[in-house]
């Protein structure tokens, strides 16, 4: 497996708290993802980096913010957890864009009451 | 914006039938990639499939992807019970890796 490391691995967080998911990657890879995963909905991106301080919105980007100040980083915040946010998080790594297979961290399980 | 739909959404066999996963996009992909996921864990790449009518194999599993280059399916021969997962499909358009769905699959011994 590439090493890809999703820190912490659970959370229960209470509604109104922020939130951060950490990535950590030792591939060198330049595209990071996040992702969730919902019963019924299957993978949806929520945001994605092609570069250190360069990233770009997904289909689901609303209540979430990222960072990148490291290539091996990419954190996730949720400013003000929602309940609706309540689910598993997974980073994932590729190499290039679009054509390359995408390395997925083990996920992290947010529970927001 | 490109949709990705993965047909069916659950199957329960018997150990040793066949298994099939249908993938089709509301676009033209330029390639197609199928990954599994086991319960608990996290999704795990099969393989990528970029020429119109490829079809590749791995062991008992079988996949192809359509001439028009907006389908494509995932074929297991003789199921067995580690095959229990569910697995996806991922197309790539002119945006974004589009996961579907998925397809779960429980296999009973």
């Known amino acids: 497996d590439a090493g890809i490391t999703q820190s912490p691995r659970h959370k229960v967080t209470e509604t109104g708290t922020p939130v951060t998911l950490r990535c950590h990657q030792t591939e060198n890879h330049r595209y990071m993802y996040w992702y969730r995963q919902d019963p019924g909905h299957g993978l949806r991106l929520i945001h994605y980096s092609y570069g250190v301080k360069d990233t770009d919105k997904g289909e689901v980007s609303d209540g979430y913010s990222v960072s990148r100040s490291k290539t091996e980083d990419f954190l996730l915040t949720l400013e003000s957890a929602t309940s609706s946010q309540t689910s598993v998080y997974f980073c994932a790594i590729s190499e290039s864009w679009g054509s390359s297979p995408l390395h997925f961290g083990n996920g992290t399980r947010l529970t927001v009451t | 914006g490109q949709q990705v739909m993965q047909i069916p959404q659950y199957q329960h066999v018997q150990e040793g039938e066949d298994f099939t996963t249908y993938c089709n996009s509301s676009t033209t992909l330029s390639n197609i990639q199928w990954y599994k996921q086991r319960p608990g864990g996290h999704p795990v790449f099969l393989i990528q499939?970029?020429?119109?009518?490829e079809v590749k194999k791995q062991k008992r599993l079988t996949f192809q992807f359509g001439e028009a280059k907006k389908n494509s399916s995932l074929h297991i021969t003789a199921t067995q019970t580690t095959d229990v997962g569910t697995y996806f499909c991922a197309g790539e358009g002119y945006s974004t890796l589009t996961f579907g769905k998925g397809t779960m699959l429980l296999v009973s011994p």
């Open positions: 499939l970029v020429k119109s009518g």
